[in-house]
């Protein structure tokens, strides 16, 4: 069971062979994080909450299963970012990140009735290249409504690729999935074969 509506995340498990059934779980993430933020919490630690929060609603529904979930946070520089509400929205998040260094940081967490049996967290390093407002313009044209479904307004796994100069770190945990370490967990759990 995944506690994701990611259609991202479901292709990335299915290109590994695990087989999920999605179920989004319904969490106000704007209000726990806007609280977490006031307190002081790292995007880690929102990341972690959210992606526990999603997973134990779900398996609530589902006793004794397994229930994947995930989230991912972006900060650049001590300023959180999210899905982009609209298009308008996609072009202001790009063009202040534009040039500068941001972090993903994704957890995927596994929780079996209601309680937490396994967590990774992993962060990613993404220097956006200083794209000209024209270019700009062509890829919001291009990606469509798409730009709206990931963090940042962008998908490094397609033409958002363009945007950057380097990315340091895991290839999934910019997809927002530490899938290595869930994929050891599975193993180690007979999930999957070893």
């Keep these: 069971m995944l506690a994701s509506g990611s259609a991202t995340r479901r292709a990335v498990l299915a290109a590994a062979g695990v087989p999920v059934i999605p179920s989004p779980a319904a969490v106000d993430e704007a209000e726990v994080k806007a609280s977490m933020q006031a307190e002081g919490a790292s995007p880690a630690d929102v990341a972690e909450a959210l992606a526990v929060l999603k997973a134990q609603r779900i398996s609530r529904r589902f006793p004794g299963d397994l229930v994947i979930g995930a989230d991912q946070m972006l900060d650049c520089e001590g300023v959180w970012y999210d899905k982009p509400a609209d298009r308008a929205a996609a072009r202001d998040q790009l063009l202040a990140l534009r040039g500068r260094t941001h972090t993903l940081t994704s957890t995927a967490v596994a929780v079996r009735d209601g309680q937490r049996v396994w967590h990774a967290t992993d962060r990613a390093k993404l220097t956006m290249r200083s794209f000209s407002p024209v270019f700009l313009e062509s890829y919001l ?54």
């Design 141 to 194: 044209d291009a990606v469509g409504e798409a730009v709206l479904s990931s963090v940042g307004g962008y998908q490094l796994e397609g033409r958002g690729a363009q945007l950057f100069a380097r990315v340091e770190g895991d290839h999934f945990t910019v997809l927002g999935l530490p899938l290595l370490p869930l994929l050891g967990f599975l193993r180690d759990h007979g999930v999957l074969p070893s």
